[in-house]
């Protein structure tokens, strides 16, 4: 039976640290721009992380002339990545994000292989369709996981104790009808988040100013609702997983 620590961060609040956290991401780069200060933060209280990248972010390129060297370059990335997080990356190289029965079998069963104390993923309201789809298949996946047997999950049920959704670029949580968000206090890892984007994500100059700027923004702006310099927002999902542990 796992167990999980509980620890006393620097305001006295009781922190419970899941054994296992999940990141689910359309492409390489969303785990960082989205998720990247709370996954330091779990990481550094002992947190194992495993970030799932469903595609290889081949289209994220500005220029035409960028494009054939675009795939090892990312490569390279996720390997900064692994190495600054201390983490798992496991890529699934799917060719699009359709939604079929292969895919939500894939993550159905990564999740009950991995079982997971708490899964990250994009909303499904997301206006990117790689995000967007990938939020469908993973809720689906989640049900399999907590209520049935499909796709091989005799005596392999596996519930997470908390599934969230992030924010990101194209899915701001302002836009979202929702009463209840989770902020994490990120202020002592964005420094650190920042310097592992500007590292390791190289192909995306193109866009780095802008997207770091949103994410400057968008943190500060969480931050300053929890009385801190920097936060990042989840909204929990708990359909069919009651939220039983609680990220701050």
């Not at 939604?99 to 894939?106: A, D, G, L, M, P």
């Not at 990120?186 to 920042?194: A, G, L, P, T």
Request: net charge negative.
């Amino acid at each position: 039976m796992d167990k999980h620590n509980t620890i006393i961060c620097e305001n006295n609040i009781p922190i419970v640290v899941p054994k296992r956290i999940m990141v689910l991401a359309g492409h390489p780069d969303d785990e960082i721009i989205s998720c990247g200060g709370t996954l330091l933060k779990y990481q550094a209280f002992g947190s194992q992380i495993i970030v799932v990248v469903a595609t290889s972010g081949v289209g994220g390129y500005a220029k035409n002339n960028q494009k054939e060297g675009i795939i090892n370059q990312r490569k390279h990335e996720l390997d900064s990545v692994r190495s600054a997080l201390k983490c798992e990356i496991i890529e699934l190289d799917f060719p699009d994000m359709d939604i079929n029965r292969e895919k939500i079998s894939k993550i159905t069963n990564l999740i009950r292989d991995i079982q997971p104390h708490v899964v990250l993923l994009p909303h499904h309201s997301d206006f990117h369709r790689v995000h967007r789809n990938l939020a469908l298949i993973s809720r689906e996946a989640i049900y399999h996981c907590s209520t049935g047997k499909a796709y091989g999950g005799y005596e392999r049920n596996w519930t997470p104790l908390g599934v969230y959704y992030y924010e990101g670029p194209s899915c701001k949580f302002q836009y979202i009808e929702s009463s209840v968000f989770v902020i994490v206090d990120i202020e002592e890892f964005w420094e650190k988040k920042k310097e592992i984007f500007n590292i390791a994500y190289l192909t995306q100059k193109e866009v780095l100013g802008r997207v770091m700027e949103w994410a400057e923004d968008t943190a500060i702006l969480r931050g300053n609702e929890i009385n801190s310099s920097y936060g990042e927002a989840y909204i929990p999902e708990t359909t069919y997983t009651p939220l039983k542990l609680l990220l701050v």
